[in-house]
């Protein structure tokens, strides 16, 4: 780790992570940082100790700021800038009432999250993972018309459970000619889409034809699914041999949930 640096007439800004080296290069550029090139996790003691003449912190949601570590922080640092969107990790009420001011980075992983969901759903679809694997293992012996289909998605019914950032970008990124669009959300969130329907119900959603994904920007308790955040469904059936599956094996489940 970096010794504590005296930054002059620039901020001292201490870095809790190994971030990408552009980041570094444009701190190092405008502030006086305290590096992390190892990328060492610090404990609550280490951050209180590195924190000494720093005048702000750039951490990761791998810190945890209780109210007890923020307590013990200097009393110079004026700002806890999160690399990260959420700022579940911070104690915002002991950072407001020493002072500290607590930043995140909204909105900038939507479309990264989003298009991995995407990712999730058509290699769920085509058996992406399981012919994979199966090439590496080198176990791939033949093409049949049988085998490794999968199915297509167009045509099928598209839901979102849960209109967040996440959701949002997820449901208009969808090809509207294709899917027909259904989304449940707790605000009332309008799609522009011409074939979007608001589900009444989880489960009616989940009793339809075709794929069913959310990604709720926070919590979304609902006890008949057993999950409480994002997720994404795709009802069909991953067996190569036809046979009709009972209702309970027709889904895949996957998350697009931090």
């Not at 800038?81 to 950072?95: I, P």
């Not at 900038?108 to 769920?124: F, R």
């Not at 679809?125 to 791939?140: D, F, M, N």
């Not at 009444?200 to 959310?214: A, D, E, P, S, T």
């Amino acid at each position: 780790m970096s010794a504590p640096a005296t930054g002059g007439e620039r901020p001292v800004i201490l870095l809790t992570r190994k971030l990408p080296d552009a980041v570094e290069a444009r701190l190092q550029r405008d502030y006086a940082p305290i590096l992390n090139p190892d990328d060492t996790l610090y404990s609550a003691e280490d951050l209180i100790r590195l924190a000494a003449g720093a005048d702000a912190i750039l951490p990761c949601h791998t810190e945890k700021f209780t109210a007890e570590l923020i307590a013990a922080l200097p009393a110079r640092i004026k700002a806890i800038a999160n690399f990260s969107v959420g700022v579940d990790h911070c104690d915002l009420v002991a950072a407001r009432d020493k002072g500290i001011i607590v930043t995140n980075t909204p909105d900038v992983l939507s479309d990264a999250t989003a298009e991995i969901a995407i990712l999730l759903m058509l290699g769920a679809a085509r058996r992406a993972g399981e012919g994979e694997r199966l090439v590496r293992s080198r176990q791939w012996k033949d093409w049949s018309p049988a085998f490794m289909v999968g199915r297509q998605t167009t045509g099928k019914r598209f839901g979102v459970i849960g209109m967040g950032r996440v959701g949002r970008v997820d449901h208009h990124g969808q090809d509207g000619d294709h899917r027909t669009g259904r989304f449940r959300s707790r605000k009332n969130h309008q799609s522009p889409r011409r074939n979007a329907h608001t589900g009444r119900l989880v489960q009616r959603l989940l009793r339809r034809r075709g794929v069913f994904y959310g990604t709720p920007g926070d919590r979304y308790p609902d006890q008949r699914l057993g999950h409480s955040s994002g997720l994404v469904l795709w009802n069909l059936r991953l067996q190569t041999e036809p046979r009709p599956d009972p209702p309970h094996r027709r889904a895949v489940l996957l998350t697009a949930a931090r």
